[in-house]
Every structure is written in structure tokens, then in C-alpha cells.
């Protein structure tokens, strides 16, 4: 801006003048493309086109200042298959920077493709709606990485890694167990969470299989990620055969949601958003530092207007074009209240049934106020918006970062009230004590959809091993017991319960925590654990049938968990048990809960004379495993029960 004083970017005088309301990209039709650009402090933009999406020379071409800030040029011609970047100069340094808002790019991101997106269609996709989902407490959401789910040798899939990987259908480990996506159905998860999915940076996309990353280094915010494709270096096959896979699982009736990363970006100085508007998209300490809120070195400053409206842009736009049904916002308390409200208004003008989640956690310091970070603490403010419940997952297995550290299911006393927060989602519930709870002590929750029940992610120990940790001397089945008693809790939990891909037969990464760079020797899922842990896995889909059949565990509200869900009273500690009674118009009208985590049996009383066992320690699901005919029941050690009234079991 020379010869113009400088205005600070967090002024409302800069908004007034910069803030631009419009569409930013390339709106493309067959007969011209229109470029736009927001670049308010650039003397000058020049649109540099190229035949390839790297190697060739491009072809310069000045563009015209615009309102708020921004620089246009209307291109006559069809130019799907162009490549491009723009030339930014700013204080008199020019610099080469790719479009923050390109859907599509040549090999590593490094130049936008203009697209045609219709091309990219796979047939069919028009018409693919979104599987129903009619509250969002009916979500019951896995995760997976898609290089991790079919990379293994024997997983039968041909596309191994690929997104194309996860559209095969019969694809078996030992024959006949299934694997990949039909694996997906057999389990009955309502929603796949896919690690993300989004261009980005640490994998080289011309040295395929040499590298290994999660992918939390957002490069390009719009574009599919290119190791996944098949062929990285032309734009429109990542993007083709991402929906193909979005179409592969929706058509099993599976939803998807995009694990996003809007807090920080791999580059921050040399990022493209720097090179257009340097300072503009960071936050800063007072003394112009970058600060360091995720733990990796920068994060986006969402509080300023066009950052906000960058990252909502961006939501909606994958919303729209790619289908998608969810997003999880990694470290989501780095982004403040209004920006994850603003999304969650626009996701419900594109489809209300779209579940929004992240963390409500940060991975360091940062200057934006607690007040106004999306923190777990903070989520009544947050309507339509749920955080991942970190009380019940250390409640349950133990301290995620002091490994030796049990939990309720592997020893520890003292953590019932932790996991009752669990139980009841989180919400206001008179018969938990907040007091005694790990983290938070309040009932953080205003609805139980808030409460994201897990005790297993991508981070930290996988659950399987976290019990080797702290339970090094008991035997494997004594651990297998643990491991169901976890299952169990979480999916019998009001809120919205969560699993780690492959948990359901006690995934391994060989004692890795932090497996983000780790090689496909440890991340992979080794399918072969299907095989062996047969009981695990049906353990696992029996508890989602049960979810599934029974809306008693998913309560809507608040009021009707206060009202339909009572704790009982217990002979020791270590255990836990509750009645739902005439719960969410189930035909079950009474239903216990008990979990004893001691290790010998005890005697419980029942609220009624003659109940049917549907899950115990060796199955789970919605048949008869056996009867009670008194109003007491002996709950052996280590075991959880699941008992029905017999009347209205025998009724239905
Ligand atoms: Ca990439």
C-alpha cells in the first residue's frame, strides 16, 4: 500500500474497506474463466498460466485492482486443464503464490488447475444423496486413514492405499473375512471420519510409497490430497476418484466426515497465504513473533474476518461439491466461537443433518482469550456443535500420556464419577458429582450430541496397548476382558460414541504413541487380527446392533436422561449400573447397565423380579444370552451385563 498509511489488520477500519463479501477462485464456464484474487497490500498481481502442473514455463498476464482489495481477469476461452498461480508483489518483493481458494493442482500443490468440476463426476453422482441420518445422536463414527485401511499386503484390496482402495468390494483376509469397505458394512457404523483427506505437505507425491504421513500439514484447503490418487501430477483424477470413494461408501449407506485441519498450515512464512497478504492470515505475539497455539509452529488467525471467511468458504464448498456429510476440526479451540458458529450456520443452509465435532482442546499457547475459543468448556455456546469427551476416555483406560496410569476398566479406583460423566453425555445429570470428574468439573454438555464418547483415536496408545502398559502381568484374556468392558461402555453411553479404526479387533501399532510418521509396519490394519480375534469384532458389531435397535441409548435431550436414566446403587467400588426406564419410546421399557471392573463377582439388586440377559461377557448384542429369574443377579468379575426386563423383551 504505497503512499497509503498502513491500517492495522485488526481494525474495524480495515474490514470497512477490505472485507470482501464475494466469491474468490476461478468461476469457470466453456467459454471464459474469471480470476479473483484478495490481495489488499499488493502494489501489483500478475495471473501466470502454465500448460502443466509442474516443470513448464507459464505465460504472465497483468490483472486489474478491483473492490476490497481484490485483483481480477476474465480469460476468454475453455480452460479446464490450465494451470496457474499468481505473481504477488507486495513492499516491492514479488513472489509466486498458488490460489488459497484452487480446486484443483498439479503434482504437490504447487500450481491450481482451472476445472471443469462436472468432469470430475463419476456416473452416478449426481443423484447420490446422503444416507439418512435423522438426529445426530444416531451417529456412531469410525475412524480410519486411507492408506492405513488397505495398504497391508494381505488385505486383498488391489488399489492399496489409494481412495480407489476404499470403492472394492469382496475383498476377504483367510478366505472369507471380509476386509476395506464391505468390512465397513459388516460392522454397522454409521459414519466413516476419514484422517485427512486434503492436500497436504509432507508426502512427496512424486516418490509414491516412500513416505508416510496422517496428514495434519494442510498445504491446499480445496483439494483432495495427491498420494491418494493414482496419478497426482493431472488435477482432475485426485478429485474423480475422491468422490468415487465418497460414492463407494455412501452407497453402503455409510456417511462420511473430513477430519480438517483450519488451525494451522504446514508453511507459515512461505506459505501461499503469506506470500498474498504477508501477515494478514497468522496470528502474532506483540512483538510480531508468530505464535504457536498448535504445537506446530503457526496457527490461522480465524477472528479475522476474511481468515474466517476463507475457512468457512472452504467447509461449505466441500459440503457441496464432495457430499460430505461431517467435519471434525482438529484443535478446534483455536478457532474462536464465532467462526465455528458462522460454519455450523452455513453447513445448516447446505444440509442440517452435516455433524460438526473437533477438539475443544489447543496444542500450545496462543493469544486468542479463552472466552473466545471453541474449548470443550465453552460448548453451550456452541449450538449443534460437539466436542470429544476426553474425561470418559481417560476415565475408562487410564491417562493418555502417563502410560502406567489404569483406569476404570484396568484397575484404578476413584474414577466412576468420570465415567458417569460419560454415561450421561456430559449433560446435567443430579446423580453425578462434576466435583469428583478428571477435567471438567461441570456439566459441560447442553445435549448429549455434544458429548463425543471415545477411549481410543489416531492419537496416543491404541486402547490394546495402553492395556499391555498397565497390565503387563495379567494375561491376554484378562486384558480382552478390559478391552470389551471399554467397548461396551462407550457404546451403551448417551452422546455419540466414537471408535478408532481397527480397535474392533484390538488394532496394535506395536507400542507407537505417535505414529504420525511412523511406517506402514506400524500403522497399517493388519486385517489377519480379524481372523484371530473373531470374538472382539462380533463383541463390537453385537453392542452397535444393540445401539442401533434400541433408541434408550440414544436419549435426544438433556431433560430426558435427567428423567429416564438412573444410576444404581452399587455393593462396591469399581463398578457402575443404571436403569433406563421407558427411555426415547423404546419397546424395551426397562433396561440395566452394569459394570463390574473388580475382578471377582458380586451380588447387585435389580429394580424388578425377571430379566433377560442380552449382553455379558462373552457376546453383545439383541438376543436372549440367558435368564434372570429374581431380583438379584450375580455380575462376575470383570464383566458387563445388559439385562431386559422380561415383559416388554418378551412382548416385542
Ligand atoms: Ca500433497
Not at 478366505?175 to 468390512?183: A, I, M, N, R
Not at 496457527?299 to 461439491?321: F, H, P, Q
Not at 423404546?586 to 429394580?607: C, E, H, M, Y
Request: aromatic fraction near 10%; hydrophobic fraction near 35%; proline fraction near 4%.
Amino acid at each position: 500500500m504505497q503512499g497509503q498509511k498502513k491500517i492495522s489488520f485488526s481494525s474495524q477500519e480495515f474490514i470497512d474497506i477490505f472485507h470482501y463479501p464475494g466469491e474468490l477462485g476461478v468461476k469457470y464456464s466453456n467459454r471464459q474463466s474469471e480470476f479473483r484474487l484478495w490481495a489488499p497490500t499488493a502494489s501489483n498481481v500478475l495471473l501466470v498460466t502454465y500448460p502443466t502442473g509442474n516443470d513448464s514455463k507459464g505465460t504472465k498476464t497483468p490483472m486489474s485492482k478491483g473492490e476490497q482489495g481484490t485483483w481480477y481477469l476474465d480469460v476468454a476461452g475453455d480452460l479446464h486443464g490450465i494451470y496457474y498461480n499468481y505473481l504477488v508483489t507486495v513492499d516491492g518483493m514479488t513472489q509466486e503464490a498458488m490460489d488459497p481458494y484452487a480446486k484443483a493442482c498439479g503434482v504437490n500443490g504447487n500450481r491450481g488447475m482451472v476445472v471443469d468440476m462436472q468432469r470430475t463426476d463419476p456416473d452416478g453422482w449426481q443423484d447420490l444423496v446422503r444416507p439418512t441420518l435423522s438426529h445426530f445422536i444416531n451417529s456412531i463414527i469410525y475412524e480410519l486413514h486411507v492408506r492405513d485401511f488397505t495398504i497391508w499386503s494381505e488385505s486383498g484390496v488391489q488399489q492399496k492405499g489409494k481412495f480407489l482402495g476404499m470403492t472394492e468390494r469382496g475383498t476377504t483376509v483367510c478366505h472369507s473375512v471380509s476386509t476395506g469397505l464391505d468390512h465397513l458394512s459388516e460392522l454397522g457404523i454409521t459414519h466413516v471420519q476419514l484422517m485427512p483427506c486434503y492436500d497436504f505437505s509432507t508426502i512427496d507425491e512424486c516418490k509414491l510409497d516412500a513416505e508416510y504421513n496422517w496428514g495434519y500439514d494442510p498445504q491446499n484447503y480445496n483439494i483432495p490430497e495427491g498420494s491418494y490418487a493414482t496419478d497426482p501430477y493431472h488435477g482432475g483424477i485426485r478429485i474423480r476418484e475422491f468422490k468415487e470413494m465418497i460414492m463407494a461408501l455412501k452407497e453402503q449407506g455409510i456417511r462420511v466426515v473430513l477430519d480438517v485441519v483450519y488451525n494451522h498450515t504446514y508453511l507459515a512464512a512461505e506459505s501461499h497465504l503469506n506470500k498474498i497478504v504477508p501477515g494478514y492470515y497468522y496470528r502474532q505475539d506483540p512483538y510480531g513473533n508468530l505464535t504457536n497455539g498448535s504445537g506446530c509452529g503457526n496457527e490461522l488467525a480465524s477472528e479475522r474476518s476474511m481468515v474466517r471467511k476463507m475457512i468457512t468458504d472452504s467447509v461449505v464448498y466441500w459440503a457441496n461439491e464432495y457430499k460430505i456429510d461431517g467435519f471434525r476440526f482438529d484443535l478446534m479451540a483455536l478457532l474462536d466461537i464465532v467462526t465455528i458458529n458462522e460454519i455450523r450456520s452455513a453447513l445448516n443452509d447446505v444440509d442440517s443433518s452435516i455433524i460438526v465435532y473437533g477438539e475443544g482442546w489447543i496444542g500450545g499457547h496462543s493469544p486468542l482469550p479463552d472466552n473466545c475459543k471453541a474449548l470443550k468448556g465453552n460448548v453451550r455456546q456452541l449450538p449443534g456443535t460437539g466436542v470429544f469427551n476426553d474425561d470418559v476416555r481417560d476415565a475408562v483406560k487410564g491417562h493418555v500420556f502417563f502410560g502406567e496410569q489404569p483406569g476404570f476398566v484396568n484397575g484404578a479406583i476413584g474414577m466412576e464419577e468420570s465415567v458417569k460423566c460419560g454415561i450421561v453425555g456430559a449433560t446435567d445429570h443430579d446423580q453425578v458429582d462434576y466435583n469428583q470428574v478428571l477435567f471438567s468439573h461441570f456439566p459441560w454438555a447442553a445435549e448429549p450430541a455434544q458429548s463425543i464418547n471415545y477411549v481410543e483415536a489416531h492419537d496416543n496408545y491404541t486402547l490394546w496397548d495402553k492395556l499391555l502398559k498397565t497390565n503387563p502381568n495379567d494375561s491376554e484374556e484378562v486384558r480382552m476382558a478390559m478391552h470389551k468392558m471399554s467397548a461396551a461402555i462407550i457404546l451403551t453411553s448417551q452422546g455419540i460414541p466414537f471408535l478408532h479404526g481397527g480397535m474392533e479387533f484390538l488394532r496394535s501399532k506395536n507400542g507407537d504413541h505417535n505414529s504420525y510418521k511412523s511406517p506402514d509396519s506400524i500403522n497399517q490394519i493388519n486385517w489377519m487380527q480379524k481372523c484371530k480375534y473373531k470374538g472382539i469384532f462380533s463383541y463390537y458389531q453385537g453392542l452397535i446392533q444393540l445401539r442401533k435397535t434400541h433408541p434408550a441409548f440414544r436419549m435426544k435431550t438433556t431433560g430426558e436422561i435427567q428423567s429416564n436414566l438412573c444410576f444404581l446403587p452399587m455393593p462396591a467400588g469399581q463398578m457402575l449400573g443404571y436403569v433406563l426406564t421407558k427411555a426415547n419410546a423404546d419397546p424395551w421399557q426397562k433396561i440395566v447397565v452394569v459394570f463390574n471392573a473388580t475382578s471377582t463377582g458380586r451380588l447387585i439388586d435389580l429394580p424388578g423380579n425377571h430379566w433377560i440377559i442380552v449382553v455379558n461377557q462373552k457376546q453383545a448384542g439383541i438376543n436372549e444370552l440367558g435368564r434372570v429369574m429374581t431380583d438379584k443377579v450375580v455380575v462376575p468379575g470383570r464383566t458387563s451385563l445388559v439385562l431386559v426386563e422380561a415383559e416388554s423383551f418378551l412382548g416385542n
